[in-house]
């Protein structure tokens, strides 16, 4: 699981991380609702998909895998929706694009879970030789 992040940038950069993931989170919360209120509740699979992923992308749990599934998941959402509403979902896409890039940050349970580990080395073994 760790090949999947790179870094896990603190500071500025994980608020930043943090800002980006609760936009894409709350986004595809209300994108979902509203696809679900307008088929009447005919439709489950896709708001679905949409509120679940978006969830883990706020709390930052297996980032890389939920934003990548936004990105098909808005990605099929342009190709069906009209030309006057896909500019929320492009924009959308492009943000759960970077983040399915750039991970999740410093502040995120990825981080807890997969993060940056010390490696402690006792004083009597041959690696403190060198």
Not at 1 to 26: D, E, H, N, Q
Not at 79 to 96: D, F, G, T
């Amino acid at each position: 699981m760790r090949k999947l992040y790179s870094t896990f940038p603190g500071g500025w950069s994980g608020l930043a991380l943090l800002l980006l993931r609760l936009t894409v989170a709350i986004s595809s919360a209300v994108e979902g609702a509203a696809i679900l209120n307008a088929s009447n509740g005919a439709s489950w699979g896709m708001p679905l998909l949409l509120m679940a992923c978006g969830a883990c992308v706020g709390v930052g749990l297996f980032t890389p895998i939920a934003a990548s599934l936004l990105v098909l998941a808005n990605a099929a959402e342009v190709w069906q929706s009209p030309h006057a509403a896909r500019q929320a979902e492009l924009q959308l896409l492009a943000v759960a694009l970077s983040l399915a890039v750039l991970g999740p940050g410093t502040f995120s349970a990825d981080s807890r879970l997969f993060g940056r580990r010390e490696i402690v080395i006792p004083p009597g073994s041959s690696a403190s030789r060198f």
